[in-house]
């Protein structure tokens, strides 16, 4: 049974990626958060943002922007 769980467990956190979103977003590489291209604060970010896309950005534990929401 325990297996099986921690089968669940290692899907749940794979299935996001497998299903990742390949939209481009900007990554903020200081903080960790991306933004969508349009976002205020991605325009704002131009020394510590890269770009790259929303699934590699989750991929590396990136979290969306409040704002724009990714
Ligand atoms: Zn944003």
Redesign the pocket.
Known sequence: MKKILCLLVVLSFALPVWAGDNSSVVMNVKTYIY??PN?R??KKCTKNCVKTTKQKAQAQGARA?K??GG
């Open positions: 933004h969508d976002c604060w991605a922007c704002v724009c």
